[in-house]
Structures are given as structure tokens and as C-alpha cells.
């Protein structure tokens, strides 16, 4: 079945430094792919997705690239700010219309 | 535009009871799934409803269950409580529920089982 594989957290990092929080996949078909975050107290909230292959989804200053030949969808921002502190997760939603979670990846920014 | 509300927020219960956890969409969305938080295994797909229908569902035993109402609220239901089934019970809507859409999430329902 479709899986979603992502770093493993928490991850630290200082303000204004690069960030990357990697996520693969296994999927048939051709299924759109999403980053959620979670900020503390919250529920989740869409970040930016990509629903074809080389598609590049961008917000907030987070990107990802859909790369179908490496089945990944990274997440990177070049500087990070203390606000970013959440858990990320990826998403997949595949051919059976069931949209899919990782595990999620926590991040602290330290200011 | 009022967003997604889950209720209750926090609860406690006991091994063998059962709990109903109540999700109010927002305006105009159909779809409502149904998803279950823990540390250990993060997200898990329960169940997403669409036009009063079940149109998916994850790999959790029968004791999980859910119904949408003509409104498109939704009502998830677990009897027979576990200690395993402490978790954050998060309900998500969206327009046609289609996996290239975007989730509308709620904050959740946290469940203690003791």
C-alpha cells in the first residue's frame, strides 16, 4: 500500500539557519503530495502541495519539489525564524483517495 | 467562515466504556475524515464520509465507527475502550474530499483512556 516516510525528529536548528526535513514516498499511480504543520495548541494547516511530478509547491518561504524519479518530497526554507517551531508532516494522497500522513517531524528553533 | 469544531475537546474514561467525539465542518464542505494522533504512530487514517456515505476507511478494528449526518456533521464512535485507544482524535473537511484538495483540520479531541 502507499507509505509516507519522513525524518525523524526533533530536529534543532538556530534562527536563520537552512532548513530540510526530508520525505519519501511509495505509491502507485500518481498521487499529489502535501506538507501539513502543526503549530502548538492547533490543528493541522496546509503548508504547500504539489500535484504532478517536477511540480514545485511554495509557501511562507517553504519549498518542495515533487521528484517522481527519487520518490521524494523535501521540505526546505533557506532561513529559518523561532514562528517556524512546529511538527511538520507529509502527505500523501494517492489513487484510492485516502490521504496519507508520516509521522511527523518536529522542529525547534533556537532564537 | 467559521472553521472546522470538534467536541469535546478533553476526556477521560475508563477501559469498556464507549465515546462519541462530534465534528462540525465548515460551511459548504461534504467530505469529513476521521484521523487518530499518538507520538508513537503519528497519523492514522479511521474513515472519511461524504454525503452521509463512508467512502473510505482505514485498517482499525470494528469497535471504531462513524456516521455523517445530513448536515455534514460527522459523529465518530469507539466502544469497548482500550488503554491504546488514548490518543488526539482529529476530524478534517474539505470540498469533495479528493486527495488533491486541501484538509481543513480541527484542534481535536484529546481521549484518555485509564
Known amino acids: 500500500g502507499n507509505s509516507v516516510t519522513q525524518m525523524e525528529g526533533p530536529v534543532t536548528l538556530s534562527e536563520e539557519a537552512f532548513l530540510t526535513i526530508n520525505c519519501t514516498y511509495t505509491?502507485?499511480?500518481?498521487?499529489?503530495l502535501f506538507w501539513y504543520v502543526q503549530y502548538p495548541g492547533e490543528g493541522l494547516q496546509l503548508l504547500l502541495k504539489a500535484t504532478k511530478a517536477d511540480d514545485k509547491g511554495s509557501n511562507k518561504g517553504f519549498e518542495a519539489t515533487y521528484r517522481k524519479e527519487t520518490t521524494s518530497f523535501h521540505l526546505e526554507k533557506g532561513s529559518v525564524q523561532v514562528s517556524d517551531s512546529a511538527v511538520y508532516f507529509c502527505a500523501l494522497g494517492g489513487d484510492d483517495d485516502k490521504i496519507i500522513f508520516g509521522k511527523g517531524t518536529r522542529l525547534h528553533i533556537l532564537p | 467562515k467559521a472553521g472546522v469544531t470538534q467536541t469535546p475537546r478533553y476526556l477521560i474514561k475508563t477501559r469498556g466504556q464507549q465515546v462519541t467525539l462530534s465534528c462540525s465542518p465548515i460551511?459548504?464542505?461534504?467530505?469529513v475524515s476521521w484521523y487518530q494522533q499518538t507520538p508513537g504512530q503519528g497519523l492514522q487514517f479511521l474513515f472519511e464520509?461524504?454525503?452521509?456515505?463512508?467512502?473510505n476507511k482505514g485498517n482499525f478494528p470494528g469497535r471504531f465507527s462513524g456516521r455523517q449526518f445530513s448536515n455534514s456533521r460527522s459523529e465518530m464512535n469507539v466502544s469497548t475502550l482500550e488503554l491504546g485507544d488514548s490518543a488526539l482524535y482529529l476530524c478534517a473537511s474539505s470540498l469533495e474530499g479528493r486527495n488533491t484538495g486541501e484538509l481543513f483540520f480541527g484542534e481535536g479531541s484529546r481521549l484518555t483512556v485509564l
Open positions: 460551511s459548504g464542505h461534504r467530505s
Open positions: 464520509y461524504f454525503s452521509e456515505t463512508q467512502r
Open positions: 505509491a502507485t499511480g500518481y498521487p499529489s
